[in-house]
């Protein structure tokens, strides 16, 4: 069953070159593996996503990834330290304050990639 195995996620990239050169300088990461299908980037916990090359990058309105953090406000300043810039939203039921939106007893904050991809940083909703 799917319920024993991890997920992953699958990020488009229209330029890989670009794209690796962001996540490497704003986010920190290196590939773990790297072939002519992309590169995959392993984070916290054994879990990974696949950065992939495709012309449709930036094109998903939604959020692709989340990075689960014990402290948004504080990982919030770490990545605009890096040049990362956060997206303001205000609208019925989502209203971000300095980047940050509260969600109840939750926190998110969203940011793009090189590509234009909607990534985040947030608290676990275990």
Request: charged fraction near 25%.
């Amino acid at each position: 069953m799917l319920t024993e195995h991890r997920a992953y996620a699958t990020i488009p990239a229209a330029d890989m070159n670009r794209a690796k050169s962001w996540y490497k300088d704003k986010l920190g990461l290196v590939p773990h593996l790297e072939d002519s299908f992309g590169c995959v980037y392993r984070v916290g916990a054994g879990t990974s996503f696949l950065l992939y090359p495709a012309p449709n990058a930036g094109k998903a309105p939604n959020t692709l990834l989340a990075f689960s953090t014990d402290d948004v406000t504080a990982e919030v300043k770490d990545l605009r330290e890096r040049g990362v810039v956060f997206e303001e939203y205000d609208m019925p039921g989502l209203k971000t304050v300095d980047g940050v939106a509260s969600l109840g007893r939750f926190h998110s904050a969203w940011f793009k990639d090189s590509e234009g991809n909607i990534l985040a940083v947030g608290d676990e909703p275990n």
